[in-house]
């Protein structure tokens, strides 16, 4: 079935280093969507992308939707203690709206 | 504020017995999800809900069961059948189409079988 593989699984960097994470599809998808989780908290509804090459910001933070649509990434710049937590990708299952959630990158920052 | 509330927070079930999580949303959504989250894993669908009185397995339905009797509810029981339930578990709410809203969790229950 359709998986979606998220890497690296941690990741540590000292504060102000960029950080970036990586959503792999075995198959095209229609949209992605990323989500944060703080530790000891629930995800949180980040952005959605749609369309293939996307690219949208958020302040410190760079979305990008892969021209096939099998892949995206997330980048953060200059991290602060403030981006600690679980970044999450989804994207839905071929002919539904579900999202299917990849295992999340856990990022720790280091002041 | 409109929002998703889980209660209880934490949660300790003994061998054999079912518990009920809670999952309640004024957001006015349609759509009601399951999930389970394990260590190092990501979120795993149990069930989700698009619809009153009427619900579909997600990827690891056995061991639960949900009803969805009214639009604001969506209450997931954990049955003796599930073997291994200590997991933290969180509901989600959605519009039908997702568009740029994502999902709406809800702060989650962490059930401990003790």
């Known amino acids: 079935g359709q998986q979606v593989m998220q890497i690296p699984q941690y990741q540590h960097v000292q504060e102000g280093e960029d950080f970036t994470t990586y959503c792999n599809s075995s198959t095209t998808l229609s949209n992605i969507q990323w989500y944060k989780q703080r530790p000891g908290g629930h995800p949180v509804f980040l952005i959605q992308l749609v369309k293939s090459g996307e690219v949208k910001k958020q302040k410190r933070l760079t979305f990008q939707f892969g021209e096939a649509k099998k892949n995206s990434s997330l980048h953060i710049t200059a991290t602060q203690t403030t981006d600690v937590g679980t970044y999450f990708c989804?994207?839905?299952?071929?002919?539904?709206?579900?999202?299917?959630f990849g295992r999340g990158t856990s990022l720790i920052v280091h002041p | 504020d409109g929002g998703i509330t889980q209660s209880p927070k934490y949660l300790f079930r003994k061998e054999g017995q079912n518990v009920t999580l809670s999952c309640e949303q004024n957001?006015?959504?349609?759509?009601m999800y399951w999930y389970r989250q394990d260590p190092g894993q990501g979120l795993r669908l149990i069930y989700y809900s698009q619809i009153v009185n009427d619900f579909q397995k997600g990827d690891i339905a056995e061991g639960y069961s949900v009803s969805r009797e009214k639009k604001e509810s969506f209450p997931l029981t954990v049955t003796s059948a599930q073997k291994n339930p200590t997991a933290f578990y969180l509901c989600a709410s959605s519009m039908m189409t997702v568009a740029n809203y994502g999902y709406t969790f809800g702060s989650g229950t962490r059930l401990t079988v003790v």
């Open positions: 989804a994207g839905p299952k071929g002919g539904s709206y579900i999202p299917t």
């Open positions: 957001l006015n959504h349609d759509a």
